[in-house]
């Protein structure tokens, strides 16, 4: 979901095993538990609130999985990682704009 320069990416483990989570380019590792929904969120680097996207114009994110991980490429200027209910997991800049909520 992109709203205004913000976008969220859903990531949920249905799993039974814990899922390893990458986010590139800042080569963050984390373990998503069975179970767990966690939200990427980044914010635009451009002022019009554009993306740069990596395979095509005009993308957030870009996510390649594997069976027991995936990785979240960012193309916005930071990142935040938080629960579904917007508890604070990690962010990768401390410059990045207030989280906000994961919906």
Aim: glycine share 10%; aromatic share 6%; with cysteine.
């Amino acid at each position: 979901m992109v709203t205004g320069g913000t976008a969220r990416l859903l990531l949920s483990n249905g799993g039974e095993a814990a899922l390893e989570l990458t986010v590139e380019p800042w080569a963050e590792s984390h373990q998503i538990l069975p179970k767990q929904t966690w939200v990427v969120v980044t914010h635009s680097p451009a002022g019009d609130g554009s993306w740069s996207g990596a395979l095509r114009g005009d993308e957030p994110f870009q996510v390649d999985h594997r069976p027991e991980s995936v990785t979240v490429w960012v193309n916005g200027n930071c990142f935040h990682l938080s629960d579904a209910h917007g508890t604070a997991i990690d962010s990768a800049d401390w410059q990045c704009p207030a989280q906000g909520s994961a919906s």
